[in-house]
């Protein structure tokens, strides 16, 4: 729906969201892009990505965010699969940890107003959570987001979301609540833990089709030395019935510190640092900030000013550039990237758009 630059003003980098030029003229694209910024504005957490401003210049949509340097989990696994390395538990268990706080300050946000927001992610996955190179996780792209306050209404029977990461419940076009983003996190903690596919599918249908009967392989028959109470907390975030997993993003974060204490593992930033450094030992410096020349934008005032835009112009020599941007990169279909634990996610670039069909499953049995 949108592309994301890299923008740098003063030495300060920023990301900078902008409605795709295709869907710039769809009302309900604007909508959610609009719904997304005004959300972000009302979140307040380390471990969720922040927005600076949100405007239109001559017709483009734009939203400036705080710039995450760092990768999302999608990549941080492909880059261990080359390294022929694995996540550790305990850096998988702090990510999932960190990303739950985030997600549970938003479940429990509410308005100026004092309503309750009731949010619901509905797009948790490995591409929407990053880590940092010093050890920070953020949980970014609310785009498809559920609240209170959304201007587009969900039709009932409407499917939003990536098929491999989908609650039943959602699957099914059901009402949501906050425990769908845990059944999510539960499939991230699955694959950021086995380096496997928690459920498999050639096509969306046969993926939602696999979680609304809970068909996924378990963990300790991927990972001899899986850790039992570990396997349960999977196992807990994935039950199809929502009643009976954990009843909180901070459920699930408090059944993870107390298998890492029973364990004796530290979880926090240390762990994901120790993992980060393992798995980009060889980056020179991969805590600075690139720069390109691609496209070039004037700030007409400082980002502590949200009201004062941000105006795209045409390239000018190096003197007159404020800020430069430029757009990152997406991994590329058919490559070593597109692979996680040694298998080809097959279509990944398909997998990870966005499921919006208008029409629910049909109820099958879960026998």
Not at 239 to 245: G, K, L, M, P
Request: contains cysteine; hydrophobic residues 40%; aromatic residues 6%.
């Amino acid at each position: 729906m949108a592309d994301i630059f890299l923008a740098r003003r003063a030495g300060t980098a920023f990301a900078v969201k902008i409605l795709n030029s295709r869907r710039a003229h769809d009302d309900e694209a604007r909508a959610l892009f609009h719904d997304e910024a005004r959300l972000l504005r009302m979140l307040n957490h380390g471990n969720i990505t922040s927005a600076h401003e949100v405007d239109v210049i001559d017709g483009v949509h734009y939203l400036a965010m705080e710039y995450v340097h760092g990768v999302d989990l999608r990549e941080l696994l492909a880059a261990a699969m080359l390294k022929k390395t694995a996540v550790d538990f305990a850096a998988a268990m702090s990510i999932v940890a960190a990303a739950a706080s985030g997600l549970d300050h938003a479940h429990r946000r509410c308005s100026p107003e004092g309503r309750p927001l009731r949010l619901v992610h509905r797009d948790v996955s490995l591409s929407n959570i990053m880590v940092t190179y010093d050890g920070h996780v953020k949980v970014v792209d609310f785009g498809i987001a559920s609240t209170t306050l959304s201007s587009v209404d969900t039709v009932p029977g409407t499917v939003r979301g990536k098929a491999s990461y989908m609650s039943p419940e959602q699957c099914l076009g059901d009402p949501l609540d906050h425990r769908t983003d845990v059944f999510a996190l539960g499939v991230v903690l699955y694959e950021l833990t086995t380096g496997e596919r928690c459920f498999h599918g050639k096509t969306d249908f046969e993926r939602m089709l696999a979680v609304t009967r809970g068909d996924y392989v378990r963990p300790s028959s991927l990972v001899a030395d899986y850790p039992a109470e570990l396997e349960q907390v999977v196992c807990t975030a994935l039950a199809i019935d929502a009643n009976h997993r954990f009843a909180s993003a901070a459920a699930l974060m408090e059944a993870l510190e107390r298998v890492a204490i029973g364990r004796g593992w530290a979880l926090g930033t240390k762990a994901i640092v120790r993992m980060m450094d393992e798995v980009y030992d060889d980056i020179d410096d991969p805590t600075a900030i690139p720069v390109s020349t691609d496209m070039i934008i004037e700030a007409q005032a400082p980002l502590q000013e949200p009201e004062a835009p941000i105006t795209t112009v045409p390239e000018q020599p190096a003197v007159e550039r404020t800020a430069v941007l430029t757009q990152m990169p997406r991994l590329a279909r058919g490559t070593q990237q597109d692979m996680l634990g040694g298998e080809p996610w097959k279509k990944l670039d398909d997998d990870e758009q966005p499921t919006r069909g208008r029409r629910s499953l049909p109820r099958i049995p879960l026998s």
